[in-house]
């Protein structure tokens, strides 16, 4: 019980404590951990964007996103899942952002934990650790970095607020889970989410070239 407790009160304490919350769950050495607290949580928006698409809200639109899942979601449900009954379309976009949510996640591991540890390896200051050390900190900074999107994602708005803060915040997570400066912190930012950006419109382009309708 004191286990669920921990886990309920964790998205309160990651939004208004977040370095004192991600310091305590560095202490879990599991992958296991961060990436259930990401899909767990991430059901909130799973589930109320898929109930909004029935109500005219597009999640292609990257503004009404908490994140770049809800625009795969949105655009794979508009463009072939048109046709279908109102609750396989909820049901397929549940599923489409849940995956989302995972791809993303294992995406950024080489982006993010190999770039880390050069930087590491680079430093005479900093001992080098194993690549299964970079890769948990990555994916325990992505996945806990992600709560603004995970709770607030499914809320349109005119600024993509939502995925700014999710963004700011994923950004001080890998600062404290790699325990880095910020020149290292915006270096290894960056090679990530422009890679991941780079990713997607790599994906894009069979539409691009007209190869898939």
């Known amino acids: ?22 310091e305590e769950t560095k202490q879990r050495e599991s992958f296991k951990a961060p990436i259930l607290y990401m899909l767990t949580l991430g059901l909130i928006t799973s589930v109320l964007a898929a109930i909004l698409t029935q109500h005219g809200v597009s999640y292609i639109d990257p503004r009404n996103c908490g994140g770049t899942a809800q625009i795969l979601a949105g655009w794979v449900i508009a463009h072939y ?15 489409l952002n849940e995956f989302g949510y995972f791809i993303l996640a294992v995406a950024l591991i080489p982006l993010i934990a190999l770039p880390a540890r050069w930087l590491t390896l680079r430093s005479k200051q900093d001992a080098p650790k194993s690549i299964r050390y970079y890769s948990l900190r990555c994916v325990q900074a992505i996945c806990y970095g992600m709560t603004p999107a995970s709770l607030f994602g499914w809320i349109p708005n005119p600024i993509s607020i939502i995925g700014i803060w999710a963004l700011v915040l994923q950004v001080f997570a890998i600062k404290v889970f790699y325990d880095f400066n910020w020149k290292k912190t915006i270096i290894v930012s960056m090679i990530g989410f422009l890679g991941v950006a780079f990713l997607q419109d790599l994906a894009s382009l069979p539409w691009i070239l007209g190869i898939i309708h």
Request: glycine share 6%; net charge positive.
């Open 1 to 22: 019980m004191k286990n669920v407790r921990y886990w309920l009160k964790l998205p309160v304490r990651i939004i208004f404590k977040p370095r004192t919350a991600m």
């Open 81 to 95: 899942g048109w046709a279908w009954p109102p609750l396989n379309q909820i049901l397929g976009f549940i599923l």
